[in-house]
């Protein structure tokens, strides 16, 4: 008998990556018309029947990074489902609180009780989580994954699921997977933290069927016999359950009812207008990234309740939160280190990097919900001036899918509105460090793998030099012989081809061409250019293209360009309609002051010329690949100084960069 063709599934790699794909882009995805099934179910079939089952298979899905994917699509998928109703007057919040002090955590926060009459996710994402939820109860088998699990704020995921998706099928699944971390006593205190106990016994009165009552009981039985909790004074020992070792309680220091107190307002519905606020958050993350020992647990769990809250997305919006969370964790800036940076052990700022993505990764879940999209939609198009603004910039951190971005930013004016307050009175002390990287973050999101190259550094970097035309009219004896010279106000005479110059400009063709005295002159005055100023306009009338003229005018680094010899070239090749001269006077000048030896003031002279594709040329300065964060953000302030009132250029260059034009077309309009 022939053997059984193999199927993409038959590799873990295949289902590793369906898995990665579905975690980080959303649960859609067409049906394969021979199987009826989306790639994604496929693969976690195969993975629940084939790959986990398999001798050895659950240490190879964790080794090859199963579990951080799957977790994630645990919290997306409960995310999409139908939101649970609130409880009604009197009931009271669950006590929910997370272990978990790095990895993601989950996509929905701590909510009152759903009601049983809570309507079942569609047919497709109730399977999806059957499927993911299957998996994980296998893996939690093994030590090594519960370990894991815990690491990765899995266990409040799972509390989260067993809250919000009221379908016998999801709550056996989940009661499974906690039925088997509560072997562990390091688990069973994550558990009676996150509030569980409370929903496995609704559990027992809510369902019928005997696989879900099974298991609910079993993870009851498993936790009933743990300590509940994720204080007393001093370090104290948990009693140490049969067959199980001791764990330490987190310890209760000075800070401890601080944080006791912000931790119940925390648990609150709507946490946002007391914690998500500009004080309350730089109070939090200070702690976080600056207490002298280990951070209390308790703060981070703080912090990954109201990221997990939909009630509070609003506020880290509008209150600049997920920009700070970002300066502040990801990137290792806060609002007393700007704009002078102050060092952390690389170890820490690891850490922080950490916890400060996670924090991101569940605002991002709650914005691509449909609660989160209509509310962030809300605020672009009928929120206040100063809402509308913080929600423009706040976008591009929290927005990873294309057809939400696109839509808010560029379609309905987002980005807009973000260009046009950067020459305002700052909302935010960092403000325009925000703004800087939201520019940037949003011009990877449009164009992530075509990035503009900077200008090289120096003249020496230039492509060797063209041959030059207007050299051979100079020297004792020309060839071809001149049959004209123009007249400087210097006295200078400077040889030239009456028929090449008129050739190279409409100017110089009605000048010397046309019905005008000059026609009948030999020698033609020019007015008001300087010598240094006519060299590259003498070499283009000649056909000169690139033979290194176009450098003579142009001062080093960090000498003066208004009023400058380069300056008043550029003006007589407008002057004198040459606007290939233009152009490529405009490159040189940002080669040598927008490469690495130009300094931000050099960029803020560029801009200070007021000639829109300079203009260009230092915004894609600023958002090229090549800066650091910190510089970028300098060099925007820079650039808004020195735009001052005129600010349409800088805008208009920011919107044709982030967008994609070319330099040498017109951006789009900001009024457009």
Request: aromatic residues 4%; glycine residues 8%.
């Amino acid at each position: 008998m022939a053997a059984a063709k193999p199927t993409p599934t038959d590799s873990l790699s295949f289902c590793l990556a369906q898995l990665t794909a579905a975690a980080g882009e959303g649960l859609g995805g067409t049906k394969d018309t021979a199987t009826n099934e989306t790639p994604l179910g496929r693969a976690l079939l195969a993975l629940r029947t084939r790959h986990v089952k398999a001798a050895g298979g659950i240490e190879r899905f964790r080794a090859r990074g199963g579990l951080l994917p799957l977790l994630a699509l645990l919290r997306r998928a409960s995310a999409a489902g139908p939101a649970p109703s609130l409880a009604g007057p009197g009931s009271s919040p669950s006590s929910i609180e997370s272990a978990a002090t790095v990895g993601p955590a989950p996509s929905a926060g701590p909510a009152p009780s759903a009601s049983l009459s809570t309507p079942s996710p569609p047919a497709r994402l109730r399977k999806t989580l059957d499927l993911a939820l299957s998996i994980l109860a296998d893996c939690c088998t093994e030590g090594a994954c519960r370990t894991e699990v815990r690491r990765l704020g899995g266990i409040l995921s799972l509390v989260t699921i067993l809250q919000c998706v009221k379908t016998d099928s999801v709550q056996n699944r989940a009661a499974r997977a906690l039925g088997n971390l509560a072997m562990e006593a390091e688990s069973c205190v994550d558990i009676h933290s996150a509030g569980a106990v409370p929903l496995l016994i609704e559990s027992l009165t809510a369902y019928q069927d005997s696989h879900c009552l099974q298991s609910v009981i079993r993870a009851l039985r498993n936790l009933a016999d743990s300590p509940a909790a994720s204080p007393a004074r001093g370090p104290a020992l948990v009693r140490t359950p049969r067959g199980r070792s001791p764990a330490t309680e987190e310890s209760w220091g000075r800070e401890g009812p601080a944080l006791l107190l912000l931790s119940r307002f925390s648990q609150a519905p709507d946490p946002s207008g007391a914690l998500v606020t500009g004080p309350a958050l730089c109070g939090l993350l200070a702690y976080v990234t600056r207490a002298p020992g280990p951070p209390s647990p308790r703060a981070l769990r703080i912090l990954a309740r109201l990221t997990c809250n939909p009630a509070c997305l609003e506020a880290f919006v509008c209150s600049y939160g997920a920009a700070l969370l970002r300066a502040w964790l990801v990137l290792g800036v806060a609002p007393d280190d700007w704009p002078m940076l102050r060092a952390r052990p690389p170890s820490l700022r690891s850490q922080h990097r950490e916890l400060g993505e996670m924090l991101l990764q569940n605002l991002t879940v709650q914005a691509e919900s449909p609660f989160g999209v209509g509310a962030l939609t809300h605020l672009l198009l009928s929120g206040s001036p100063e809402d509308r603004v913080a929600c423009a910039l706040t976008l591009p951190f929290i927005c990873r899918k294309p057809s939400l971005w696109r839509r808010l930013l560029l379609d309905q004016g987002g980005l807009r509105l973000l260009l046009s307050a950067l020459t305002r009175p700052a909302p935010h002390p960092l403000f325009l460090f925000f703004a800087a990287d939201s520019l940037f973050c949003l011009h990877s999101l449009v164009s992530p793998t075509v990035s503009p190259a900077p200008p090289p550094a120096t003249p020496l970097d230039l492509d060797p030099p063209s041959p030059c035309h207007y050299e051979p009219l100079l020297g004792p004896a020309p060839i071809p012989a001149p049959d004209l010279h123009f007249l400087l106000d210097s006295g200078l005479r400077l040889p030239a081809q009456r028929a090449a110059s008129s050739a190279a400009s409409p100017f110089f063709r009605a000048l010397l061409a046309g019905s005008f005295a000059e026609a009948q002159m030999d020698l033609v005055p020019l007015r008001d250019l300087s010598p240094s100023a006519a060299w590259p306009v003498m070499h283009h009338l000649h056909g000169c293209r690139g033979c290194g003229a176009a450098l003579g005018p142009i001062p080093p680094p960090g000498q003066p360009l208004l009023g400058s010899e380069a300056e008043e070239a550029l003006e007589a090749a407008g002057r004198f309609l040459l606007p290939g001269l233009e152009e490529e006077l405009e490159e040189a000048l940002g080669r040598i002051h927008l490469g690495s030896q130009g300094s931000l003031e050099s960029m803020g002279e560029v801009l200070r010329l007021g000639r829109p594709r300079m203009a260009v040329h230092c915004a894609r300065w600023v958002l090229g690949p090549g800066q650091c964060t910190r510089k970028r953000a300098l060099a925007l302030v820079e650039l808004v100084e020195a735009a001052g009132e005129e600010a349409g250029p800088l805008t208009e260059a920011f919107l044709a960069v982030v967008m994609g034009v070319e330099v040498g077309n017109r951006g789009p309009s900001l009024d457009s």
